[in-house]
Every structure is written in C-alpha cells, then in structure tokens.
C-alpha cells in the first residue's frame, strides 16, 4: 500500500472516531468535566481546605494532577474498547479486516482516537482547574510525557478489552472492577508516603501510582516514588500493550467467529 494511501486511510479513520467523540460530546465530554468539577469543589475546596499542605503544595493543587490522569486513561480506555466492539457488533471491522490497510495502521486509528480523547478530557480538567486553584508546572516535558503515553498505553489496553468483550456489559468489566479500584488506590488523593510500611509497599505494586506520581512532578516537583522508575514501567507497559494487541489483532483473536 503506497505511504500517501496509507496515510489517507489511516486519518480517514483517525477522523471517523475524532467525529463520534465530539457528535456525541454530551456522552463523551460532559460528563467527565462534570464529575471533575465536583471533585475539585468538594474534595478540594471543601475538604481540602481543612487538609494542611502535600508534598509542599495545597491539597487542591495535590489532587488536580491524579484526578487528571485518572480521567485521562479512563477515557482513553473506554472509548477503544467502545469503539472496537462496535466495530465488531455492526459487522464493520469487516471492512477494515479485507482492505490493504497493514494491522498497525487501523490499531493506531483507533489508538489514536482514544488517546486524543483522553487527552481533550484531560485537557479540559486542568482548564477546570485552574477556576479553583493557581496549577505549578515545574517541568513542562515531564507532563507531556506521561499523559500522552499514558493515554496511548491505556487506549492500547481498552483495544484489547474490545477485541475479547462478548456483550456491552463486557467492555465495562475491567474499568469498573479493575481500573476504577487500582485509580483509586494509586495516589491520587493521598501521598503513598503517609501509609504504614505495609501498604506503602503494597501500594508501589499498582501501576497507575507510578503514572500519577510521574505526571504530578511534572507540575509539582514532588514524587512518592522514582520518576525515573516511572518513565520505565509507562514505556513498558506501552511497549507490551502494543505487542500484545498488534499479535492478536493480526491473528484475529475476538473478531472472527
């Protein structure tokens, strides 16, 4: 497939997705800034007022980075796994399967959607944000690094969740039971430090306290763990996450009967 096809092919689908997102933007955008919202007004303003400071900031200015990140991969998750099973549900990957698109190419469409729209969430909260409080940036290319590669990673993992979910209820499985608990339990309303020894160790086990605590010193200098140790396990994690589904989705696991 000659390099401009491809790349028409790929933004074709690129814009597909980007369309359902903001077609359907008070199911896809609305709520999070919503729930965001009501986070920072009662978490951080109310509660958070009461609460001395964190790591050297206000507790408000604590939790903004978690919260962002929490949204950010949530969303980039879902609307892979959305998307993908109904592609598969209205027959439509179909198409996609018998075209000269190489697999990369129609993952990294449907990757990229998601990841584009945990980003516009995330974006989005931190502009909510900063209606409740002042948001430090201490190093700008840090942030950027973990919340994009952490949507991309958790959008690679919601394409898998896709290719394997039987029904709807199959796609809101893992981030009810798995992803919304390890979110919470990941720092983002409490410094990990604080914890006795034990659950500080077991809490250094969840993934997603290593990209909360990355992509908090980004804006605040401060960190419950290595960022160096961070950055590590977010590129592999990416790294297995593409693997894994570039292999499956070539041999077709979930998508033909």
Do not use: C
């Not at 939790?63 to 796994?81: C, D, E, K, Q, R």
């Not at 199959?170 to 720092?187: A, C, E, N, Q, R």
């Not at 960022?227 to 696991?253: C, D, N």
Request: no cysteine; hydrophobic share 55%; aromatic share 16%.
């Amino acid at each position: 497939m000659p390099s401009h096809a491809l790349f028409i092919a790929f933004w074709t689908l690129l814009h597909k997705e980007l369309v359902r997102v903001f077609r359907i933007w008070t199911q896809t955008l609305l709520p999070p800034a919503i729930t965001m919202s009501l986070y920072y007004l009662i978490f951080g303003a109310f509660i958070g007022s009461r609460i001395g400071e964190v790591g050297g900031v206000s507790y408000m200015q604590f939790i903004v980075p978690g919260l962002v990140m929490m949204t950010a991969i949530t969303n980039a998750f879902s609307n892979t796994a959305s998307s993908i099973f109904s592609a598969k549900f209205m027959k439509s990957i179909e198409e996609l399967l018998v075209s000269p698109m190489p697999p990369w190419a129609i993952i990294g469409g449907f990757v990229a959607a998601g990841a584009l729209r945990g980003l516009i969430v995330g974006l989005v909260g931190i502009v909510i944000s900063l209606f409740f409080t002042k948001l430090p940036i201490a190093h700008f290319g840090v942030v950027l690094f973990f919340i994009v590669l952490s949507s991309i990673a958790f959008s690679l993992a919601g394409f898998f969740n896709g290719l394997f979910a039987k029904g709807f209820d199959g796609i809101s499985i893992i981030p009810t039971f798995v992803l919304t608990p390890l979110t919470y339990l990941g720092g983002v309303f409490y410094s990990v430090s604080a914890l006795p020894p034990f659950w500080e160790g077991l809490s250094k086990l969840n993934p997603i306290l290593y990209l909360v605590n990355g992509f908090r010193y980004g804006f605040t200098g401060h960190s419950d763990v290595s960022v160096g140790v961070s950055a590590a396990i977010l590129i592999l994690l990416t790294a297995v996450l593409a693997t894994v589904v570039y292999i499956l989705f070539r041999r077709g696991y979930g998508l033909r009967n």
